[in-house]
C-alpha cells in the first residue's frame, strides 16, 4: 500500500509534464470542464464508488472497457455503441461477445452528468476515461489527473474491434506489434498488461492455456481445469480471477503469478517466458511502485489514441446509440 501511495505521489506531480509533449496530447486538458461542468469528477467517483461496493469487479470491467475502446478507432466512445439496424457495432466482436460489461454503469453516471451540467457538454468517452481512473484507484491502486476533451464516435464497425484487439493466445511478439500499432511501447505493453492484476477471465479464454500449454505450474492448471472443461460448451462462460491470489486489489501480484507460472491467460504467460520483456515483468514483479508509475504514463499516452476533439464526432445524449 506504502509503495502504491507514493507512486501516486510521484504520478500526480509529473503528470502536467507528461501531457505537454505530444502533440496527440496537447488536443486534451486535464482543466477541460473546469467552466462548462466542473462537478464531473465527483459525479462519475460517486457513481464508481458504488458500483465498485456493490461488486469490487466492476473496477476491472470498466478499465477493460476503456482499452477495448481505445484500441478500436481510439477513445471516441464507440465501444458503447449498440448494435442496431444500420450499425454493427463492437459489442458482439469476438474478443468482446459474452464478455465486456460495465455498461449500465456508463449509462448512471451519464444521466447523473447530464441531469447536473448541460445536457451535450460531457462526451460518453470522457465519462468512460474518468471512470476507468476511478475504478483502478479504488481498488487500490494509483490516481492520476484524466487528460479530457474528447468527443464521441458516430459510428463504428464489428470489423474494426475483431482486426485491432489482442487475442488472449498472442505471442509477446504479437503483443509488441499490436501495442506499438497504437503508438505503445514494450514496456507500456506491459505495464498495461498488469491491469490483470484485478478481474476475472472467461473459460473460454484460458481453456487451451491449462490444458494445452508447458510452461504452466501444474497445481495452478490442475485447479483451473475444475472449472473449465476440456471441450467447448458448458463450462464456457465459467470464470477464473486474472490474478490468482488479489484479483479485487490493484498491486503487482499480477507479476509475481508470471514468475511462478500462474498465468491465467496465454498471452499473461508470455510476458515472462524466455523472451523480450521479461525484464520488465521481474522489475515489476520486485517493485510495485515502477508498475504504478509506469501503468499511470500508459494509461495517459493510450487515453490519447486518436480522439475526436473540436467539431469531430459529437456529444451523445445516449452513450449507445448516435444521436
Not at 83 to 97: F, I, Q, R, W
Not at 100 to 109: K, P, Q, S
Request: aromatic share 6%; with cysteine.
Amino acid at each position: 500500500m506504502a509503495a502504491v501511495s507514493m507512486a501516486a505521489a510521484v504520478v500526480l506531480a509529473t503528470v502536467a509534464s507528461l501531457l505537454v509533449v505530444p502533440a496527440a496530447v496537447a488536443q486534451l486538458s486535464t482543466s477541460f470542464y473546469s467552466g462548462s461542468c466542473a462537478s464531473l469528477e465527483s459525479i462519475v467517483r460517486s457513481g464508481m464508488v458504488s458500483a465498485v461496493q456493490q461488486e469490487p469487479r466492476m473496477g476491472a470491467s470498466i478499465l477493460r472497457l476503456f482499452f477495448h475502446d481505445c484500441f478500436v478507432n481510439g477513445c471516441d466512445g464507440s465501444v458503447l455503441l449498440d448494435d442496431s439496424s444500420t450499425l454493427t457495432g463492437e459489442k458482439n466482436a469476438g474478443p468482446n461477445v459474452n464478455s465486456l460489461r460495465g455498461f449500465e454503469v456508463i449509462d448512471a453516471i451519464k444521466s447523473r452528468v447530464d441531469a447536473a451540467c448541460n445536457p451535450g457538454t460531457v462526451s460518453c468517452a470522457d465519462i468512460l476515461a474518468v471512470a476507468a481512473r476511478d475504478g483502478v484507484n479504488l481498488l487500490g491502486g494509483p490516481t492520476w489527473a484524466v487528460p479530457l476533451g474528447r468527443r464521441d464516435a458516430r459510428t463504428t464497425t464489428q470489423a474494426a474491434a475483431n482486426s485491432n484487439l489482442p487475442s488472449p493466445s498472442s505471442s509477446a511478439a504479437t503483443l509488441i506489434s499490436s501495442f506499438a500499432s497504437k503508438g505503445l511501447d514494450s514496456r507500456d505493453m506491459v505495464a498495461l498488461s498488469g491491469a490483470h492484476t484485478i478481474g476475472a477471465a472467461r473459460c473460454a479464454s484460458f481453456r487451451s492455456r491449462v490444458y494445452n500449454d508447458t510452461n504452466i505450474n501444474a497445481g495452478f492448471a490442475t485447479r483451473r481445469r475444475q472449472v473449465c472443461g476440456p471441450q467447448s460448451g458448458g463450462t464456457d462462460g465459467n470464470l477464473a480471477p486474472l490474478d490468482a491470489f488479489s484479483s479485487v486489489r490493484f498491486d503487482n501480484g499480477y507479476y509475481r503469478n508470471l514468475l511462478s507460472r500462474f498465468g491465467l491467460l496465454h498471452s499473461d504467460q508470455e510476458l515472462f517466458n524466455g523472451g523480450p520483456v521479461d525484464s520488465i515483468a521481474q522489475q515489476y514483479a520486485g517493485n510495485g511502485g515502477a508498475f504504478s508509475a509506469d501503468f499511470v504514463t500508459a494509461m495517459i499516452k493510450m487515453g490519447n489514441i486518436s480522439p475526436l476533439t473540436g467539431s469531430n464526432g459529437e456529444i451523445r445524449n445516449n452513450c449507445r446509440i448516435p444521436n
